[in-house]
């Protein structure tokens, strides 16, 4: 069965997260973002959300964490929840 390890940044507004994104592309550490930006309770772990299955997640991220590259940024990703950037840090098929 397929399975992936991310990490993932949660922020209520699409611009507070593009800007997140941009800084995460100029260099800044995603750990760190997380910690300091991140409204979900793993941004204290820096955003890390550990190994999940399809279908344990939010629809919104199963498409996006078992087809995206691994090791880049992508979103904003928009969920009931907010708005996410996800990295995609392992995954087996």
């Known amino acids: 069965m397929a399975s992936a390890s991310a ?3 949660l ?9 997140l994104k941009n ?10 973002i997380a910690k300091q930006h991140s409204s979900c309770p793993s941004g ?4 890390e959300l550990g190994q999940f299955g399809p279908g344990q997640m939010v629809p ?3 498409q996006v964490v078992f ?9 904003p990703v ?7 950037l996800l990295e995609v840090t ?3 098929e």
């Open 23 to 32: 800084d995460i592309e100029g260099g800044a550490d995603f750990a760190e």
């Open 60 to 62: 919104e991220f199963d």
């Open 78 to 84: 928009k969920t009931q929840f907010g708005y996410h």
């Open 44 to 47: 204290k772990q820096g955003g």
């Open 7 to 9: 990490r993932h940044i």
């Open 11 to 19: 922020v209520k507004s699409e611009d507070q997260c593009q800007q």
């Open 67 to 75: 087809s995206a590259d691994i090791n880049t940024v992508q979103g």
């Open 90 to 92: 392992e995954r087996s």
